[in-house]
């Protein structure tokens, strides 16, 4: 079997940090960050706060050429896609393992057109982080990874699904490997698309879910239903069962927890609209299936980010 033993990271925001303190407490210096320029000497001077606890690691430019990685990690926003699929050049060679954590369902598209489409996995990450001036921060022995072919068999993974498996039990990461990752990914999606947006537009946490079934909820279902919709077209099987146990974890969730469109809105960030609401519009006409909510949850987050950039006052 394969033993992965040099992995590159590009991002660290809160998804990044989830991954980073386990695999750099396996591999050292082996374990490294992908930046240039300002934000590589941000991260040398000022480290990484994860969970209260800063660290140091080490930080490789886009530009170097000594060698190729095990394992690579995309852990940035979609719109930082297209560069860091640049960046991550002189990293990716024809052996090398990749995983996108991204949201959304078209980041592994990108990748696989950029580099060796073979060797990239369908991954989805859960793990309610927050990214502030304070640092990352995540509940602990909480969240995990899912990855693998788009489809597994448990009695005869991959290659590739193994030694990133190793990798994992190795440095303590939390994974399961599903039968069904596509399925597991449009799960994943469906959250993006209801919950963020919802959120991020109602200014809302989690709670809102639970004390407002009547009309917050109300939203995020019928948010929710345009993507089911676009999956039956797509002959991703998701079932009623799938959407009761969605509910049934969204009312479980720490009430204060905010999903990440509203931690953008709040912080000025740029939101991943495009990717979820702006993908289902796109995705909508090429399927013949009417996106109204998406439609105007599009615009409303737009007017919210023009709003942080001062297009207008209130």
Not at 83 to 88: E, F, G, L, N, P
Not at 205 to 232: L, Q, T, W
Request: some cysteine; proline content about 4%.
């Amino acid at each position: 079997m394969r033993e992965i033993k040099k992995v590159a990271v590009i991002g660290m925001g809160a998804i990044g940090g989830f991954v980073a303190r386990e695999l750099y407490g396996l591999l050292g210096d082996d374990f490294y960050l992908i930046a240039g320029g300002a934000r590589k000497e941000r991260l040398e001077k000022n480290g990484v706060t994860i969970n209260g606890v800063n660290y140091k690691f080490n930080v490789v430019a886009p530009e170097d050429t000594s060698g190729y990685a095990d394992f690579v990690i995309f852990t940035v926003k979609n719109t930082q896609l297209e560069q860091a699929i640049a960046d991550m050049k002189n990293q990716i060679g024809p052996d090398t393992i990749v995983m996108s954590l991204l949201n959304g369902v078209t980041s592994e598209m990108h990748i696989k057109n950029a580099y060796y489409p073979e060797n990239v996995l369908t991954s989805v990450v859960r793990v309610p982080a927050l990214h502030s001036e304070s640092g990352i921060n995540f509940p602990e022995n909480w969240g995990k990874i899912s990855f693998g072919e788009e489809k597994n068999d448990p009695e005869n993974y991959t290659e590739k699904v193994l030694a990133v498996k190793d990798l994992f039990d190795r440095a303590g990461v939390n994974y399961v490997i599903c039968e069904d990752m596509l399925k597991d990914m449009w799960m994943k999606y469906i959250s993006n698309v209801s919950e963020n947006q919802t959120c991020a537009i109602l200014q809302v946490p989690y709670k809102g879910f639970n004390a407002s079934r009547e009309h917050v909820d109300v939203v995020r279902k019928m948010a929710a239903r345009e993507v089911i919709a676009i999956c039956e077209k797509k002959g991703i099987n998701i079932t009623q069962e799938d959407f009761d146990a969605r509910d049934a974890y969204i009312y479980s969730l720490n009430p204060a927890g905010k999903p990440s469109t509203y931690q953008d809105i709040e912080a000025g960030r740029k939101t991943e609209v495009e990717t979820f609401a702006g993908d289902m519009i796109r995705m909508g006409k090429e399927y013949g299936v009417p996106t109204p909510i998406n439609e105007l949850f599009y615009h409303m987050i737009k007017a919210l980010e023009e709003k942080n950039e001062g297009k207008f006052e209130v």
